[in-house]
C-alpha cells in the first residue's frame, strides 16, 4: 500500500530557481493538500483541491502555485524559490473534503541558498 | 481570524502515568477538531477527532474532550509508552465554503522509562 508518496524527498535550490514538488496518492481520494511545516512549528496550508481541476488558497499560498489535472496527482510548483520558503513540506489526502482522517506522505525537505 | 494553539510546548511524563496535553483554539465555526501526532522525520498520523457537537470521544488509551464554552481541547493518553514519544498537534476542519484543516503548533511529548 503506497499511500501518498512525495519526491524527491530532499532537495537544494539557489534562489530564483523554479521546481515542482511532486504529490501522488493511490487511494481515489476528492481531497489533497500542501503543507509547509518550519522548525519547531506546525503545519500551515499553502494549498488545497477539493477534486480533479479544483484548487484554491490556503493560509500562505503566496509564491506557490498547484493544479489538479487528475485525481491521483497534485504537484506544488515554486515559481522563483526564495531562501524563506525553506521548509518541510508535507503533502496529504483525504476521502473527502469534510474527512477527518488525512495521510501524510514523508515530506519533501528543501533548502534555498 | 482563525487560529489554534496549545499551552505547553513540551510535555515529560514517566512510563505508565496518563499524560494530557491541551490545546486552546479560537474559531468558534470549526466542524471538527483533530489530533495527530508526529513522529521524528515522519508525517503526521491521525489519531483521534470530536466533532463540535460532542464533548467527549475516546478510542484505544486516548481520551479527546471538548469544552466549547473556554474554547479547549485536550487530549490524554493512559498508561504512556516510551512509542508514544513525538510531537502531537490539534487542527480544526473548518468549512468556509471548502474544507480547511488548520494546525496549532504542537506538542512535544517525552516518555520517560
Known amino acids: 500500500n503506497a499511500g501518498v508518496t512525495q519526491t524527491p524527498k530532499f532537495q537544494v535550490l539557489k534562489t530564483g530557481q523554479s521546481m515542482t514538488l511532486q504529490c501522488a496518492q493511490d487511494?481515489?481520494?476528492?481531497?489533497m493538500s500542501w503543507y509547509r511545516q518550519d522548525p519547531g512549528m506546525g503545519l500551515r496550508l499553502i494549498h488545497y483541491?477539493?477534486?480533479?481541476?479544483?484548487?484554491d488558497q490556503g493560509e500562505v499560498p503566496n509564491g506557490y502555485n498547484v493544479s489538479r489535472s487528475t485525481t491521483e496527482d497534485f504537484p506544488l510548483r515554486l515559481l522563483s524559490a526564495a531562501p524563506s520558503q525553506t521548509s518541510v513540506y508535507f503533502c496529504a489526502s483525504s476521502r473527502t473534503g469534510e474527512s477527518t482522517e488525512a495521510f501524510f506522505g514523508q515530506g519533501t525537505r528543501l533548502t534555498v541558498v | 481570524g482563525e487560529s489554534v494553539g496549545l499551552h505547553l510546548p513540551t510535555l515529560s511524563v514517566q512510563e505508565g502515568d496518563n499524560s494530557i496535553i491541551n490545546c486552546a483554539y479560537s474559531n468558534s465555526a470549526s466542524d471538527y477538531f483533530i489530533w495527530y501526532k508526529q513522529e521524528s522525520g515522519k508525517g503526521p498520523q491521525f489519531i483521534i477527532d470530536i466533532r463540535s457537537n460532542m464533548d467527549k470521544r475516546q478510542g484505544q488509551r486516548v481520551t479527546v474532550l471538548l469544552n466549547k464554552t473556554v474554547k479547549h481541547l485536550s487530549l490524554q493518553i493512559a498508561a504512556t509508552q516510551p512509542g508514544d514519544s513525538a510531537v502531537y498537534f490539534c487542527?480544526?476542519?473548518?468549512?468556509?465554503?471548502?474544507?480547511?484543516?488548520?494546525f496549532g503548533a504542537g506538542t512535544r511529548l517525552f516518555v520517560k522509562a
Open positions: 487511494m481515489n481520494h476528492e481531497y
Open positions: 487542527a480544526e476542519n473548518i468549512n468556509t465554503g471548502g474544507f480547511k484543516t488548520i
Open positions: 483541491s477539493v477534486g480533479a481541476g479544483i484548487t
